[in-house]
């Protein structure tokens, strides 16, 4: 039986692979579920840097199986909202993980796909690949925090734009806006994103995961309990080791050595 997951090390980045490429990758209840697990593994492993998303053979994700979607109508809300809730889980695996997540774009991010993408701390995506959110097209409404994070970065009108029509939205596009943290060649998304997660193989992994919870507060705190958190994680920070080694290392005229704290 194929796996629906495809796990690989690649020195600190740790990449997983949606394997479903006959159907573009659409999702499968059995890589959710994989996807979780890897995630919360990685969040206990100090060896790795960081974590790239991608899609077998050239396609990054495809979203929800219509034909698996067709047989929900079948089944009572409470059925429905309970298989939902699987994509709801590995979106906010994402978002919690304490390691960057990277997604790596070649072909297309579609429905929940684009989601999934988003979700991701850093995006990566092919010059020639794009978005779309076109649940309104098959008579469905968005979910998997697509509105959600079309809103963090585009303006009520476009967000609207995007949902209603439903149009493929190009990675330039994106990039302009700011959702795409890289362009890369046709085929390249994964080898960029491969260089992003090695960097930050550079830093100190404490302060990498505290300044990826407090990116993610920032949103919802307002300026005083944002700024009372900030300073308690800055606090904390001074007292560390990997503080003592960034200041001494500036001081002393070196580059600092942030791997010791990786385990």
Do not use: W
């Not at 990826?212 to 944002?226: I, M, P, S, V, W």
Request: with cysteine; net charge negative; charged share 25%.
């Amino acid at each position: 039986m194929t796996e629906a997951a495809l796990v690989e090390r690649h020195g600190p980045v740790l990449k997983i692979i949606n394997n479903n490429p006959g159907a573009r990758n659409a999702l499968t209840f059995e890589y959710n579920e994989r996807l979780v697990e890897e995630l919360n593994a990685a969040a206990a492993d100090k060896s790795i840097a960081a974590i790239v998303l991608t899609g077998a053979g050239g396609f990054f994700c495809a979203g929800g199986d219509l034909n698996i979607l067709i047989k929900r109508r079948e089944m009572d809300i409470a059925g429905r909202m309970e298989a939902i809730a699987v994509l709801n889980r590995t979106i906010c695996a994402i978002r919690s993980c304490p390691k960057p997540v990277i997604a790596a774009v070649e072909g297309g991010a579609a429905g929940a796909g684009a989601s999934i993408a988003l979700a991701c701390d850093l995006v990566v995506a092919a010059e020639d690949a794009y978005f779309a959110v076109s649940y309104l097209k098959v008579g469905l409404t968005p979910d998997g925090g697509a509105t959600t994070f079309l809103s963090e970065f585009a303006p009520r009108q476009l967000v609207n734009e995007i949902l209603m029509f439903g149009d493929k939205i190009t990675a330039e596009r994106l990039f302009q806006l700011g959702a795409v943290n890289r362009l890369a060649a046709k085929g390249a998304a994964e080898e960029v994103a491969q260089g992003l997660g090695e960097r930050l193989y550079q830093v100190g992994p404490d302060a990498l995961a505290s300044a990826k919870r407090l990116t993610a507060l920032a949103r919802e705190n307002d300026l005083e309990t944002q700024l009372e958190v900030e300073a308690k994680a800055m606090a904390e920070a001074q007292g560390g080791a990997e503080s003592g080694e960034g200041i001494s290392a500036f001081l002393e005229k070196r580059k600092p050595d942030f791997t010791k704290f990786r385990g």
